[in-house]
């Protein structure tokens, strides 16, 4: 198969079974999800298994750079101004 789906061999290591219905119990029960195709076989996405599993590929995993709240920075300003200002009256 492709590198997009598990192979026969990576489904059977991975659910520890052999028949294609048990297999579909635990990867029911590990919230794996999978097609039968029309031969009996299983699909299994391997970026779906990644994505639970915790180990997506690296460029899935980067982060857009947080942006500072302005705002926020603004409203504090605005407050500790009126705090002077009040200070000072």
Not at 70 to 89: I, N, V
Request: glycine residues 6%; proline residues 4%; aromatic residues 4%.
């Amino acid at each position: 198969m492709s590198d997009m789906f598990l192979s026969t061999d990576e489904i059977s290591s991975m659910t520890g079974r052999v028949q294609r219905a048990a297999q579909v119990k635990v990867l029911r029960f590990m919230g794996i999800e999978h097609r039968v195709r029309p031969d009996g076989t299983l699909a299994v996405l391997r970026a779906h298994v990644e994505k639970v599993f915790g180990a997506a590929p690296a460029a899935a995993q980067k982060t857009t750079p947080k942006e500072p709240d302005w705002e926020a920075r603004a409203e504090l300003e605005r407050a500790r101004a009126a705090a002077r200002g009040k200070r000072k009256g």
